[in-house]
């Protein structure tokens, strides 16, 4: 759930490689949100690339946010959920 606020709010997502994060990364984009192994170096160099790439990741952080809102917000649930209703 964290994650998923962090997207709303258009944050870059950098996130441990564990099941429910992959599947997550599956279901958004993989380009996305940055899986990372729980070790010192990657995460090190994940943080340098953020630092060194501001616009390109603020920019992914923005695409992350329409896709949420586009796949998980309450207004295209409840569509989706009356759709399926209807049929």
Same mark, same amino acid.
């Given at each position: 759930?964290?994650?998923?606020? *962090?997207? =709303?709010?258009?944050?870059? %997502? &950098? *996130?441990?490689?564990?099941?429910?994060?992959?599947?997550? *990364? #599956? !279901?958004? =984009? #993989?380009?996305? %949100?940055?899986?990372?192994?729980?070790?010192?170096?990657? @995460? @090190?160099?994940?943080?340098? &690339?953020?630092? $060194?790439? +501001? $616009?390109? /990741?603020?920019?992914? =952080? %923005? /695409?992350?946010?329409? @896709? %949420? /809102?586009? #796949?998980? =917000?309450?207004?295209?649930?409840? +569509? $989706? !959920? &009356?759709?399926?209703? #209807?049929?």
């Amino acid at each position: 759930t964290s994650i998923l606020q *962090a997207m =709303s709010m258009s944050l870059p %997502i &950098f *996130a441990s490689k564990v099941e429910g994060n992959k599947n997550l *990364a #599956k !279901y958004i =984009s #993989k380009k996305l %949100i940055n899986l990372v192994n729980n070790n010192e170096q990657e @995460i @090190i160099k994940k943080i340098n &690339f953020i630092v $060194k790439n +501001k $616009k390109k /990741i603020q920019k992914q =952080s %923005i /695409i992350i946010r329409k @896709i %949420i /809102i586009d #796949k998980l =917000s309450l207004v295209n649930f409840f +569509k $989706k !959920y &009356f759709d399926v209703i #209807k049929n």
